[in-house]
Each structure stands twice: as C-alpha cells, then as structure tokens.
C-alpha cells in the first residue's frame, strides 16, 4: 500500500481536501446505497474514511495495520473515501481468497492520477494491469521466454559480469577504507547489471548504466510518493508543477531506454548469432490483440517495469540476509562450511553448485520470513462481487494480503522473532503457497511474482560467492542496526557498513 509518504500542504491541500469533498459527495450521490457485512475496522470520517488519520501516521503503514489486527482480528476493512479497502493477515483466509478464489481475487484497482498514468500504463505494464488477455499476454512471454529454466541459463554470462563488478567494487572501497564496504549501494548496481544484460542482451558500459540506474531511482521515488491528485484524480489541475516534473522524468527515461531499444535492434539487423534471446528481442516480435506490435513507449515502459521489479527487492533481500550474518558468526560460519563442502575452496560457487547448498537456500527463506522486501502484496481487486471469511468484498475493494504479519504469526512460526535458518531444515515451505500458505514473499495464486525462480538463483548464488569469498564482520563500534523503514521497499534505516577480509 502506497500511503505512507502522501504529501499534502499549505493552501493546496484545504483547496484539494474541499473539492475531493464536493467530488465524492457527488459520486455518492449517484451510487446506490448497498449494505454490506465488511470486515470489521476503525471508524472512520464521512466522505473520507480512515484517509485522513492514514495520512497523518507517523510510524510505517505496517505497523498501524498489526495494531489494528489486534484489535479487529486478521481481516480488517479501512476506508479510503468510498472505497473499502480490505486487509488479509491470516493464512487460511489468503488461501481461500488467492487459490480458491483465485481467478475472481486476481485483478488489480485500476491507475489512476498522473503517476499511474505516465508509468504504468495498464496496456504495457503486468504488475499493475488488470486480469485480462493483454496482461495474460504479457506475462506468458515474459515467463516463457525470458524467465523459464533454459532461458535463465542462458544469461550465465550476465551473471559472471554482474559478480566481477561486484567483488571488483567492493575489494575497491575496502582496499581505500580499511577493509569498511557499504554493501548496498554495491549490490543494487550489480543485480541491475545482471538484469539489463538479459534485457538488452549485452554489456553496457559503466556510463549507460548509471544512467539507467539515475533514472529508475527517480521512477521509483515518485511512484512511492502519493499526492492528493493521486487520491482524487480529478483535481490534477491543481497540481501542474508536479505532472511537468513528472513529464520530464518520463521524457529522459524515453531518451535512455529508447536508445537501448535502438542499439538492440541495429544488432539483431545485422543477423548475427547473439549470446543469448534478451527481454527486447521477445518484445520486439511480440503480438497483442489484433496481431499489433507493441511502440516504443509500450517497450520501455516493460523494460522499466522488468528492471524496477528485480533490482530493489532482490538487492534489498540481500543486504538483510547480509547483515544477518554479520551480526550472527555462527550462521555465517555454518555457511561457509556448506559452501566448501559442495565446491571446495579453489573453484568459484557457480549457479549449479548452490542447487546443492540446502542450508543457504534455509538462509534465504529465513531472510525473506523475517524481512520481505514488501510488507505487502500489489493491491489486489476482485472481478465481481465475493466473500472472504464469510465476509463480503464488494466489486470496488482493494484487498490486500499482509505478507510480515503471516511470516511472523507465532500460531505458525516458533519463536518468530528470532533468526534461524534451520526451521527451514526440518520443515519442507513451499514459497508458492498451492498447497497451504505459510510465508508468501513473493505473493501466491495467478499475480504471484513471476521473478521467484530467477529471484532465488541471484539472492543464493551471490550471497554464497560473498561468503566464499570474505569474512564478514561489524564495523568496530557501530554493531548492525536492523531499524527497518519504508522505501519502495522495506530497507535497513541504517545501511549495512561491513568489515571484509579475503578468506585465504
Ligand atoms: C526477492 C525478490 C522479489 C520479491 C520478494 C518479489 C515480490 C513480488 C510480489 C510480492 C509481487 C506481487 C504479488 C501480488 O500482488 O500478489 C510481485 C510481482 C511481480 N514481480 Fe516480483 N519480486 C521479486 C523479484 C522479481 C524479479 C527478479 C522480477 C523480474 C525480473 C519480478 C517481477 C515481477 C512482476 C512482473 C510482478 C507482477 C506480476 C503480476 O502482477 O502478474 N520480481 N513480486
């Protein structure tokens, strides 16, 4: 849910607040009135709801919500102006809605105000579209062509590229400051090198991707950043400012990708054998309804969609599971163990060598349990009128599905708190939920995250050369904070600051 970071100030905002009130209060009229058994929730104001005290919060969206489970229980309604909007905690109601339920749960709210507008453009965007032919189309190309087991294979040279950087970058700063890494920063610009090589199909050079990386930083800003013409989108005129400055980043974000798009297709021309079928090539030949193409907006609205989706969340999955190791030897130590084991001390770890490494695979499902990149799923609506728990869910509900609460309910999990791998030992988890769901990071059911596969090779593979590679220790006097706060996701208030040391 985007409603932490809403900024509302000055004159524009009791000017924005009124005309939303005209506005709703004349929608109202116009709808009929229906009553509905709703999941029960805190009162809220007439017209606006909860919007006004969600606004105001001080503390992460999050954190409200737990409060509110316990004190309502796991399904939970909030109003945002009319519109219900209904939050899931407990395993078995996610279940019968997503897996049951789950054609009629599998839609999107529709965008709306100008950032949904120039960014996710529901005709060439997956995440956000609605549960139709042309998302179906789109995420079978993408699943089938570019994230299915032999086309993740044939990206290894992607990885190797995006591991050298890596390791180079970080023996770079930790050779100029006594052996101190801000992993980070490091992290985020390797894993988007991995992806925009399956992407575009090549290396680029050091400028282009940070320029790239310049550019989706500024999406990523503002599509986390709701403002009132967001919430009503017909005061947009209100806000001019704000859709010029967003027309411009979306106008650079052209220039950059465009250019990628070009280069690409200058290569395919020439005929020769390529490395690998990237991302673009499957765009480029793809066709929707009424056999059309898809335009070069369409394309680099993809190519941004593909890019944002992995980079954050898997760079941000990895610096918790990082710093968890740092703060705990004896998981770190056990690593290492595993790793020498499976490839010995000389060889470098390769993709085929972690599918051995069960206790690393523990590790990463320990992290996603403790630290989902999302708190939440992508809001999801329902194609008509249904129940959930007995409860109704009316056609315009946002639902939602709280994926901490359910990886940290200590009906399900002991001792939630703590960080140990080795419940993942004993305990078979399936992450895709089809026959119960215990954790659900990467959601469950139809809009379930078409990443996972590729998501869990990069986070195993690269946590697995780290450790092979360097001992990892805290900074002396600065022991790992894990303050956790939101940002597109949720990420470490205090970024990990490590010690490495080549292992001999
Ligand atoms: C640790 C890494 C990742 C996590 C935790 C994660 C998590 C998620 C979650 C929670 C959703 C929403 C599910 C829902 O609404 O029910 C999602 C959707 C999506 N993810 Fe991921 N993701 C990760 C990596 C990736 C990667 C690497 C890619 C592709 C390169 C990707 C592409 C997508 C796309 C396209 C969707 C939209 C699916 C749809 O609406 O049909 N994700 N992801």
Redesign the pocket.
């Given at each position: 849910m985007e409603l932490s970071g809403v900024t509302l100030n000055g004159f524009t905002c009791v000017v924005a607040f009124i005309g939303g009130l005209i506005w709703l209060g004349l929608s109202w009229n116009k709808k009929k009135k229906k009553t509905y058994h709703l999941p029960p929730g805190p009162p809220g104001w007439p017209l606006v709801g909860n919007l006004p005290e969600i606004i105001r919060l001080k503390q992460p969206f999050q954190q409200y919500a737990h409060k509110l489970h316990k004190k309502y229980g796991p399904i939970i309604t909030l109003r945002l102006g009319f519109r219900p909007s209904i939050i899931v905690a407990s395993h078995e109601l996610a279940y019968e809605a997503?897996i049951h339920k789950g054609s009629i749960f599998?839609t999107?709210p529709a965008v709306k105000g100008p950032r949904g507008k120039l960014f996710q453009d529901s005709q060439a965007n997956?995440?956000?579209?609605a549960y139709c032919l042309q998302?179906r189309t789109l995420?079978r190309n993408?699943v089938s062509e570019?994230?299915s087991t032999s086309s993740l294979k044939s990206f290894w040279k992607g990885r190797e590229w995006g591991m050298e950087i890596l390791l180079e970058r970080l023996r770079n700063e930790a050779e100029q400051g006594a052996g101190v890494v801000k992993l980070i920063d490091h992290l985020r610009h390797a894993t988007l090198c991995i992806?925009l090589y399956?992407c575009f199909g090549t290396r680029l050079e050091e400028k282009t991707v940070r320029d790239v990386e310049g550019i989706l930083r500024e999406i990523l800003l503002c599509l986390g950043k709701a403002e009132f013409d967001d919430f009503f989108p017909v005061l947009e005129f209100l806000n001019r400012k704000r859709r010029k400055r967003l027309q411009g980043i979306r106008q650079r974000q052209m220039e950059i990708l465009t250019e990628l798009i070009n280069r690409r297709r200058a290569v395919l021309a020439e005929g020769k054998e390529e490395e690998c079928r990237a991302y673009i090539d499957t765009l480029l030949c793809l066709r929707v309804e009424d056999g059309r193409g898809l335009n070069d907006d369409q394309m680099v609205t993809l190519c941004t969609?593909?890019?944002n989706?992995?980079?954050d969340?898997?760079s941000?999955?990895l610096q918790w599971l990082m710093a968890n190791l740092v703060k705990d030897e004896g998981i770190q130590s056990k690593l290492y163990e595993e790793i020498v084991n499976v490839v010995g001390k000389e060889k470098a770890v390769e993709e085929e060598d972690v599918s051995k490494m069960v206790y690393v695979e523990a590790v990463v499902k320990e992290t996603?349990r403790r630290h989902?990149?999302?708190q939440?799923?992508?809001?999801?609506a329902v194609t008509e009128a249904s129940t959930v728990g007995g409860y109704d869910v009316p056609a315009d509900a946002i639902i939602n599905?709280a994926?901490w609460e359910m990886g940290n309910d200590p009906q399900v999990w002991e001792n939630p708190d703590e960080f140990r791998p080795e419940r993942f030992l004993s305990d078979e988890v399936d992450l895709t939920g089809s026959r119960e769901i215990k954790l659900?990071?990467?959601?469950?059911?139809?809009?379930?995250?078409?990443?996972?596969a590729?998501?869990?090779m990069?986070?195993q593979l690269v946590v697995a050369r780290l450790v092979q590679e360097f001992v990892w220790e805290s900074k002396p006097g600065e022991p790992v904070d894990l303050t956790e706060v939101q940002e597109f996701?949720i990420v470490m208030k205090n970024p990990l600051h490590a010690v490495i040391k080549q292992r001999d």
């Open positions: 997503l599998a999107r997956i995440a956000m579209a998302w995420r993408l570019t994230l992806l399956m969609e593909f890019l989706a992995g980079t969340t898997t941000t999955t996603l989902p990149p999302g939440f799923v992508l809001g999801h599905f994926v659900m990071p990467f959601g469950v059911g139809r809009r379930i995250c078409p990443g996972i590729l998501a869990m990069h986070v996701t």
